[in-house]
């Protein structure tokens, strides 16, 4: 007579072979995305920042809510240029204080995200967007009789780009006379009537001028919309026959 062992198989799991499979793949995932935000993080630290224009103050080189690319590393190896289009930090009193809007957390969780893999630029409005026209050690004077800016006693013809209104030959006469210190830099609107730049900030503590370390990068491209899709110029010719100042 046989007997039968009363011990009941072991039961199996018929989802733990795909749960072995499915593991891999959301692993993976994981990784890529992972890698994927820090070096879009690594690229908006140090090469490559998003921003978006909020003002008219560069028009017509670029208009409100334009979204362009700043070049953050090639400035660090060869400095900037007289015509470059430069984002800065506010060096203090340029911009008025703004009430902070309250968001939902999840609104900022999202933004924050967005702001570090560079898709995002919600610091925007606290940085500003001009053209330099004096690097360290220019002596930059408004204006010669034709209403021209003179850099180191030489006109500059800055019609290329210059937002003037029908029947305007000169922007509004502003007068200054600077010499850019070490380490600093002058700056203009495009759209010169209606930008508060260098001119209208030599009653703060920084005479007007811009400090170097303030400079996020050379802005170079307009990504959106795409029908203003391009390189930025930054009209150097304007400058070439500008000499070297004085020691």
């Known amino acids: 007579?046989?007997?039968?062992?009363?011990?009941?198989?072991?039961?199996?799991?018929?989802?733990?072979?795909?749960?072995?499979?499915?593991?891999?793949?959301?692993?993976?995932?994981?990784?890529?995305?992972?890698?994927?935000?820090?070096v879009s993080f690594l690229v908006k630290t140090f090469l490559v920042r998003s921003f978006y224009i909020p003002s008219g103050s560069m028009e017509q080189t670029l208009r409100i809510d334009d979204r362009i690319l700043v070049d953050e590393l090639t400035p660090r190896f060869g400095g900037y240029d007289r015509g470059d289009v430069v984002v800065f930090r506010d060096p203090g009193g340029w911009l008025p204080s703004e009430p902070k809007v309250e968001r939902s957390v999840l609104v900022e969780a999202v933004d924050w995200v967005l702001a570090l893999v560079g898709i995002s630029a919600p610091d925007s409005k606290?940085?500003?967007?001009?053209?330099?026209?004096?690097?360290?050690?220019?002596?930059?004077?408004?204006?010669?009789?034709?209403?021209?800016v003179t850099v180191n006693d030489v006109p500059i013809d800055e019609g290329p780009y210059l937002n003037l209104a029908p029947g305007q030959n000169a922007?509004?006469?502003?007068?200054?006379?600077?010499?850019?210190?070490?380490?600093?830099?002058?700056?203009?609107?495009?759209?010169?009537?209606?930008?508060?730049?260098?001119?209208y900030n030599t009653d703060q503590p920084g005479g007007g001028f811009v400090p170097i370390d303030n400079v996020v990068g050379r802005a170079f491209l307009v990504t959106w919309p795409l029908d203003r899709f391009g390189l930025i110029d930054f009209h150097h010719d304007v400058f070439a026959g500008v000499p070297d100042p004085t020691p």
């Open 126 to 148: 606290e940085h500003l967007i001009k053209r330099i026209i004096g690097v360290p050690g220019d002596h930059v004077v408004c204006c010669n009789a034709l209403g021209q």
């Open 1 to 38: 007579m046989t007997t039968e062992n009363s011990a009941a198989p072991a039961a199996t799991d018929p989802f733990r072979p795909r749960r072995r499979r499915i593991w891999p793949l959301v692993r993976d995932v994981l990784v890529i995305i992972v890698i994927a935000v820090l």
């Open 171 to 199: 922007p509004e006469v502003i007068p200054y006379d600077v010499t850019v210190p070490d380490g600093s830099l002058w700056v203009l609107g495009d759209n010169r009537d209606a930008s508060r730049d260098s001119r």
